[in-house]
């Protein structure tokens, strides 16, 4: 079982920055951030495997964000650079423990959802 807690969201002016992390207890594997605007579907934002620095971004946030794990792989953080009014959501951390090998975009394939942390960008 893993329990995800998330921290750092807020109210930035675009073209700020905002980090968020997320805490995980147990032994988390695959990690991602996914977002939900209010009216739209729940999108994938970036993903980060377990045991080697690979990563993923959607294309509508490659070279503005960054995921990154610390060396416990307990706690993922997400530097949003440059930020957008269309940034604006609801970001969820989640966790992937069952497929090692390679990271996903689906949402189905974490297992594990943290409460959200609202990030709102103003124009």
């Known amino acids: 079982q893993v329990q995800l807690a998330e921290f750092g969201g807020g109210l930035v002016q675009a073209g700020g920055s905002v980090r968020l992390t997320c805490a995980a207890s147990g032994r988390p594997g695959n990690m991602g951030w996914f977002r939900q605007a209010p009216g739209k579907e729940r999108e994938f934002v970036a993903a980060?495997?377990?045991?080697?620095?690979?990563?993923d971004y959607a294309d509508s946030v490659k070279g503005r964000f960054t995921i990154r794990r610390n060396s416990a792989k307990d706690t993922v953080y997400l530097q949003m650079d440059s930020l957008r009014p269309e940034d604006t959501a609801v970001y969820y951390c989640?966790?992937?423990?069952?497929?090692?090998?390679?990271?996903?975009?689906?949402?189905?394939?974490?297992?594990?959802w943290g409460q959200g942390t609202q990030v709102t960008v103003a124009p």
């Open positions: 980060i495997r377990r045991n080697e620095p690979t990563t």
């Open positions: 989640a966790v992937d423990s069952r497929n090692p090998w390679q990271i996903s975009r689906a949402d189905g394939a974490y297992e594990y």
